[in-house]
């Protein structure tokens, strides 16, 4: 009995490690590429624009027949992915296949009609991460407002959200907290995939002026909305320099609303990025670790840490703190772990406001990134997690009803 329930369990374990999700751009080669036959093609992507076989968006559609690629257009860190978070990037001609090559993370953001001159159809292809302060979703919203003016069509090439698509977290963006971080009235972790974004974003009036892009969405195939990525069979490519692997997606909103103060290393600089809470003064990191241990948070487990960073401006400093650990994705309350981390802090080192202690131009990146700054001036009163609650989820019932007639999963 043993030995065939064994048997059974090693079956499901193949059968599901060679599951594969055929991402969009797949598909549409599926397709024989028919939706863009006879079309001249600008083309915004990044690295993580391949297919199953690592094999660029860009060579798919240069190659493809009948397709015409005749721009490329890079968010942040470049259609080939070589500029450092928030470095400006400049038009020039793309060195691998000499197709013209603009930049959207430059002084333009949004395709101007100079660069959309000729196209017939912008093809986005993009990997995002699920959460709603990583800039690529602001770049397709733009994206599909330049569409939108100019007269021309937009397609997104559908992939994986990495949390998957169940998981909605945090408040959405208030009037007077729109920024390049927070574009767009949705929760911080916003559980919709790319193309279900778009759909949504453009039926529901959320584009400048409430304007509409003639809008299609190649869906994947094999994918569901409790997958995450690893589960999909497919290679993650690094989304941006600190977003190395798939499980690094998990780990982002964990900690990268508190690292906009640039008081405690959150892994950026270390080996694990987003992975930690790290601070030089910290005396009694396994106290710490004991104190939030204690809170028993779903799906989280916390120790002791201790490192050097090799670069930031806490470069060489020894860092005391911890290191997150998640054992259940789906249960874990990813994005208010930051603020139980404070709590605790706050409790063991009463005169350490990390507010006060940081630079007064960052409690404004900080709010713009929360969406609010409701959340920050509600903590900072006692620095206890049950404050926030009612703002942190208050908004999630009411988008999930409005978002699902968008699933495309």
Not at 171 to 195: A, D, K, N, W
Not at 331 to 336: I, N, T
Not at 359 to 368: I, N
Request: glycine share 8%; charged share 20%.
């Amino acid at each position: 009995m043993k030995k065939a329930i064994l048997s059974l369990l090693i079956l499901f374990f193949f059968f599901f490690a060679s599951a594969q999700v055929k991402t969009g751009i797949e598909v549409l080669r599926d397709q024989g590429f028919e939706p863009l036959r006879g079309k001249r093609v600008g083309l915004i992507t990044n690295p993580t624009g391949v297919d199953s076989q690592l094999r660029s968006t860009i060579d798919i559609l240069n190659e493809a027949p009948e397709v015409r690629l005749v721009a490329l257009y890079g968010p942040e860190h470049g259609v080939r992915g070589e500029y450092p978070a928030g470095e400006l990037i400049d038009n020039k001609p793309d060195p691998a296949t000499g197709i013209p090559m603009f930049s959207l993370y430059g002084s333009t953001r949004k395709p101007t009609p100079e660069m959309l001159r000729g196209i017939d159809v912008l093809v986005y292809d993009i990997q995002d991460i699920g959460s709603r302060s990583y800039t690529f979703i602001s770049t397709l919203g733009l994206a599909m407002e330049a569409a939108a003016e100019n007269g021309i069509e937009l397609m997104v090439l559908d992939r994986p959200n990495p949390l998957g698509g169940l998981k909605m977290e945090g408040p959405l963006v208030e009037p007077g907290f729109i920024s390049f971080v927070s574009q767009f009235p949705i929760p911080y972790v916003h559980g919709l995939t790319v193309g279900e974004l778009a759909l949504f974003l453009n039926n529901e009036g959320l584009l400048a002026n409430g304007v509409q892009c003639k809008l299609s969405v190649i869906a994947m195939e094999g994918w569901d909305r409790s997958l995450t990525f690893e589960e999909t069979g497919l290679h993650w490519v690094p989304s941006s320099p600190h977003i190395p692997h798939a499980h690094s997606a998990n780990f982002y909103p964990v900690s990268g609303i508190l690292g906009e103060l640039y008081v405690i290393n959150i892994g950026v600089g270390y080996t694990l990025p987003f992975q930690t809470f790290a601070i030089d003064w910290i005396s009694d990191a396994e106290e710490l670790t004991r104190q939030l241990n204690l809170l028993e948070i779903p799906g989280v487990i916390f120790r002791p840490t201790h490192y050097r960073a090799y670069y930031t401006d806490m470069q060489g400093k020894m860092l005391h703190g911890v290191q997150v650990h998640l054992t259940d994705l789906p249960q874990a309350p990813l994005s208010l772990i930051q603020f139980y981390f404070l709590q605790e802090l706050h409790k063991l080192y009463p005169d350490r406001n990390v507010f006060q202690m940081c630079q007064e131009s960052r409690l404004p990146m900080l709010d713009k990134v929360t969406d609010t700054d409701k959340v920050r001036l509600a903590f900072e009163k006692r620095f206890l997690v049950e404050d926030i609650l009612p703002i942190w989820n208050q908004d999630i019932p009411a988008f999930r009803q409005k978002a699902e007639p968008y699933f495309l999963y």
